[in-house]
């Protein structure tokens, strides 16, 4: 029974990013916290269940984690945004096309980023002249365009790749600002998150919140 309680309380919690960081800076009233799961989960365990099982996740889930190493990635970071990018989200077909037949004709020139998996393609490119760049590519092959994303670019220290925590610590704080990750391309030592433009201050604010905090 014990068990079970642990984990669906463990699960509340991780599903919950503001609970996460209060208890990680100990701001939060565990007693609270408990009665507020209870009230809202409907969890049938009594309260002091819920504690015991809130301040097992705090030193079995939480406090056993990288948060020194992660504020010293954090701190060296630098952070630029740009505004007015699509992304074009195609078939695999077209990596030819981006490989062989854009050299030369310099449409989309250097500056696009490219996502790809074993079937799908996602390529970011500011959205000047779109309809120019959508037609370089065969109609069937497109499966949607995203106007109106935002790009903002995170430079950190190459120690990242290393640091247990450091993109879901990015992830998180960018969700208490309420603002929904489009796609996100971790290419360490840098790190590119597209959100909607009109959420780019909030994101830009989350991430900016993140390296001040680390610098005082």
């Given amino acids: ?31 609270g916290l408990a009665r507020y799961l209870i009230d809202k989960y409907h969890i049938s365990a009594s309260m002091d269940a819920v504690i ?23 701190y060296s970071a630098v952070i630029t945004t740009k505004n007015y990018v699509t992304c074009i989200t195609m078939k695999e077909h077209e990596f030819k096309t981006i490989s062989s037949d854009f050299v030369g ?15 799908i393609i996602k390529l970011f490119l500011n959205q000047k002249d779109l309809e120019k760049k959508i037609v370089l590519f065969s109609k069937e092959n497109i499966l949607s365009v995203t106007k109106d994303l935002a790009e903002v670019r995170i430079t950190m220290h190459s120690n990242a790749t290393e640091t247990v925590g450091v993109l879901a610590r990015i992830s998180h704080e960018i969700a208490l600002h309420d ?19 009109d959420d780019l201050v909030r994101a830009h604010k989350a991430v900016l919140g993140l390296i001040q905090e680390n610098k005082k």
């Fill in 52 to 74: 015991s099982a809130i301040r097992r996740y705090e030193t079995e889930c939480v406090f056993e984690d990288n948060t020194k190493a992660i504020d010293a990635v954090l």
């Fill in 179 to 197: 603002v929904a990750i489009y796609e996100m391309i971790s290419a360490i030592p840098e790190m590119l998150i597209y959100v909607k433009s």
């Fill in 105 to 119: 004709k310099n449409i989309l020139k250097e500056n696009f980023r490219m996502l790809k998996s074993k079937e």
């Fill in 1 to 31: 029974m014990t068990v079970s309680i642990n984990n669906q309380v463990w699960r509340y919690i991780a599903e919950d990013a503001s609970i996460q960081k209060d208890l990680q800076r100990d701001l939060i009233n565990i007693r």
